[in-house]
């Protein structure tokens, strides 16, 4: 998955997770960093997401 493909969609509160969208593949991806103890958060990870409730709570969107 190239991360140009995204589109972004939401943060959440934090700043550090974000929420994105490929119109290619119609699907949600989120990108977290696991290793947060890591300098600068270390390497970030996306994980393709369902828009379920609790991400849109999540990220607050409707």
């Not at 270390?42 to 828009?51: C, D, I, Q, R, S």
Request: hydrophobic share 25%.
């Amino acid at each position: 998955m190239e991360e140009t493909n995204l589109e972004k969609i939401a943060n959440d509160e934090s700043g550090w997770e974000t929420l994105f969208f490929n119109r290619k593949s119609n699907k949600y991806w989120e990108k977290t960093y696991p290793n947060s103890e890591f300098h600068g958060g270390g390497t970030p990870k996306f994980n393709e997401v369902e828009l379920t409730e609790n991400i849109k709570k999540k990220y607050k969107i409707e």
